[in-house]
Antibody
Framework: QVQLVQSGNEVKEPGASVKVSCKGS????????FSWVRQAPGQGLEWMGL????????NYAQSFQGRVAMTTDTSTSTAYMELRSLRSDDTAVYYC???????????WGQGTLVTVS | EIVLTQSPGTLSLSPGERATLSCRAS???????LAWYQQKPGQAPRLLIY???SRATGIPDRFSGSGSGTDFTLTISRLEPEDFAVYYC??????????FGQGTKLEIK
C-alpha cells in the first residue's frame, strides 16, 4: 500500500542539527513532490517547505529560509529534511506528506518527534 | 499573504448531530485549492477533502466540503463517535505557498 515511513524520534541540544528521513513505498517516488509540516506540542500545523523528487527543486517557507535543507534520494525513495541551529522552540513533531497537484497532502508519514533540550 | 481563520475554535456536539465547520480566507483562493484534514491525538493528519469539495479515497460520504473564493465549509452530516477530533483547513498556491487554519476541535457534548 502507499505509505511514508519516517525515521525515529530525536533528542538534540540547542545549536545542533537534525536530519529526518521519510521513505516512500507503494508508488513511483520520483513523480511526486513532498512537503514537510511541523506541529509544536498542543499547537497547529506549520508548513516548512517542499521538494520535488522529479527535479530536486525546493520551496521553503520564509520563516525557515537559511536554516532548512530538503533533499531526496530517488534510488532509495527517501526524502530528507535537515534543520540547523536548533532552538528550544523547534521542539515539535515533524511530518512529511506527499503532494498532489492541487496541493493536498496524502498520505502523511507517522511523524518524528524532535526534542531540543 | 493568505491567512485562514477557522470557526468555531471548539464545537461541542452529540453523536448523530450535524457538524458545520467554517474556514475563511483573507484573500480568494485560486482554483479552489482548499483541503480539509482530520487529526486524532497522537496521529498524523488524514486528508478528508481536496479541491474544496472532493472526498479523498475511503472517506465516508457523511463528510462533505463546499464553498469557493474565501468561504469554505466542512459538513459532517451525522456524527459518529470516531469523528470527534481536530479538523484543519489548508490552502495551496498563494503566498505563502501553503498555509493551514488554526484548527477546530470537535468534542463530544
Amino acid at each position: 500500500q502507499v505509505q511514508l515511513v519516517q525515521s525515529g524520534n530525536e533528542v538534540k541540544e540547542p545549536g545542533a542539527s537534525v536530519k529526518v528521513s521519510c521513505k516512500g513505498s507503494g508508488f513511483i517516488f520520483n513523480t511526486y513532490a513532498f512537503s514537510w509540516v511541523r506541529q509544536a506540542p498542543g499547537q497547529g500545523l506549520e508548513w516548512m517547505g517542499l521538494i520535488s523528487a522529479t527535479n530536486g527543486k525546493t520551496n521553503y517557507a520564509q520563516s525557515f529560509q537559511g536554516r532548512v535543507a530538503m533533499t531526496t534520494d530517488t534510488s532509495t525513495s527517501t526524502a530528507y529534511m535537515e534543520l540547523r541551529s536548533l532552538r528550544s522552540d523547534d521542539t515539535a513533531v515533524y511530518y512529511c506528506g506527499r503532494n498532489y497537484n492541487d496541493g493536498s497532502l496524502h498520505p502523511w508519514g507517522q511523524g518524528t518527534l524532535v526534542t531540543v533540550s | 499573504e493568505i491567512v485562514l481563520t477557522q470557526s468555531p475554535g471548539t464545537l461541542s456536539l452529540s453523536p448523530g448531530e450535524r457538524a458545520t465547520l467554517s474556514c475563511r480566507a483573507s484573500q480568494s483562493i485560486a482554483n479552489n485549492f482548499l483541503a480539509w484534514y482530520q487529526q486524532k491525538p497522537g496521529q498524523a493528519p488524514r486528508l478528508l477533502i481536496y479541491g474544496a469539495s472532493s472526498r479523498a479515497t475511503g472517506i465516508p460520504d457523511r463528510f462533505s466540503g463546499s464553498g469557493s473564493g474565501t468561504d469554505f465549509t466542512l459538513t459532517i452530516s451525522r456524527l459518529e463517535p470516531e469523528d470527534f477530533a481536530v479538523y484543519y483547513c489548508q490552502q495551496y498556491g498563494s503566498s505563502p505557498l501553503y498555509s493551514f487554519g488554526q484548527g477546530t476541535k470537535l468534542e463530544i457534548k
